[in-house]
């Protein structure tokens, strides 16, 4: 499994036009992270170990490709702590929601902004989070509407590489 870069994660998001392509590359990432992360709590470099029990419990299909899944084992063995645990099954749970929605919401929709507003990682960064919420019930006179989408998806993926840092081994 290889690793990505924080610049290889900021670039794949930011290559998203919509927040249901967003959520899905972000939700993907989440999920080779955890994938990357779960063999460290299972052995200390036992190899065989690895190849014949760690590994196929990470294969494709296999019981811990599912993020709620993964990231549960995880919380569980107490190697997470609680906010990390929230935002990975939030960011989980809205993707989920947007694959079941017949109209796309936008990055500027209520919607997003309830999503966000619920995000550990964007709402303890105060400089981020006011900066948003000062944009979001702004005049748009003063803003443009693609400057708030910019500010939005720059900080969705904030949140995503803050998550991918508390998740490596």
Partial sequence: MTTLTEDDVLEQLDAQ???LSFMATANDILLQ?????????????????????????????????????????????GKMDKWLYADVIHFSQFYQYLREQHEIPRFSDDITWDFMSN???ITTNATLYNSLKSMKFADFAIYSEIRFVTMIKTGLALAVTTILRELTP
């Fill in 33 to 77: 992270a955890i994938k990357n992360f779960l063999p460290s709590l299972f052995v200390n470099n036992d190899e065989e170990i690895v190849e014949y029990a760690v590994k196929p419990l990470l294969a494709q299909s296999g019981p811990l490709d599912d993020i709620d899944v993964a990231i549960r084992l995880i919380y569980a063995l």
């Fill in 17 to 19: 036009d919509n927040l």
């Fill in 119 to 121: 995000v550990n990682s």
